[in-house]
């Protein structure tokens, strides 16, 4: 079946370090690749999203790149902020609906 | 605009208990999706609506749990006899239609049984 697979946190970071968040997936046919953010206290918020293959999504200059050939949609921001910390989920979605969430990576940017 | 709204907020009951949740989805959406997200997990697909009929439930857990969407808006998800093992946050999404449109999420609503 659908899966998704996302790089275990929690990931600690300094102000204005680079961030890879990793995701990989398994799926049939033609999926859609999103990463959704979910701030303290807050609900998800859809953060970006690619359609097809070599699509850039791109977003508070976050940007993950949906790669066909190896099935990943790793999360990219060259400079994290304080206000960056929060919990990140890359999901696929497939032609049948139902939307397949990674467990999340917990990310904290200290100042 | 008005975002995906969902009521209670909290919702604390005992076991046995039968609970309703609700979701109100964004206006004009025609699909409308339950998930359930255990702490320190992701959120996992419960049940989809195109309109006013389930299209897709293969991920209610089992009989106890049954979701309805009568006039193709609001929808609630209903739990009977609850154990402590539902206590979740349950979530709401709608999208424009089927397909891979982009999903909306409401706040949740978080669900304790003791």
């Known amino acids: 079946g659908n899966s998704v697979t996302q790089m275990e946190g929690p990931v600690t970071l300094s102000e204005e370090a680079f961030l890879t968040i990793n995701c990989t997936y398994t799926?049939?046919?033609?999926?859609?690749l999103f990463w959704y953010v979910q701030y303290p206290g807050e609900g998800l918020q859809l953060l970006l999203k690619?359609?097809?293959?070599?699509d850039k999504g791109s977003n508070k200059g976050f940007e993950a790149t949906y790669r066909k050939e190896t099935t990943s949609f790793h999360l990219e921001k060259g400079s994290v902020q304080v206000s960056d910390s929060a919990v990140y989920f890359c999901a696929l979605l497939a032609n049948n609906n139902d939307m397949r969430f990674g467990a999340g990576t917990r990310l904290t940017v200290k100042p | 605009g008005a975002g995906v709204s969902q009521t209670p907020s909290n919702k604390v009951t005992e076991k046995g208990k039968y609970v309703e949740l609700r979701c109100d989805p964004i206006?004009?959406?025609?699909?409308l999706y339950w998930y359930r997200q255990s702490l320190g997990q992701g959120p996992e697909f419960l049940i989809y609506f195109q309109g006013t009929g389930a299209a897709d439930d293969s991920g209610l857990p089992n009989d106890r749990f049954f979701a309805v969407r009568p006039e193709g808006s609001v929808s609630t998800l209903k739990i009977q006899r609850t154990e402590r093992g539902d206590s979740a946050v349950y979530l709401c999404?709608?999208?424009?239609?089927?397909?891979?449109?982009?999903?909306?999420f409401g706040p949740g609503t978080r669900l304790t049984v003791l």
């Open positions: 206006s004009g959406h025609t699909a």
């Open positions: 690619a359609t097809k293959a070599d």
């Open positions: 999404a709608s999208s424009l239609g089927r397909g891979t449109d982009t999903q909306y």
């Open positions: 799926a049939t046919g033609y999926p859609s």
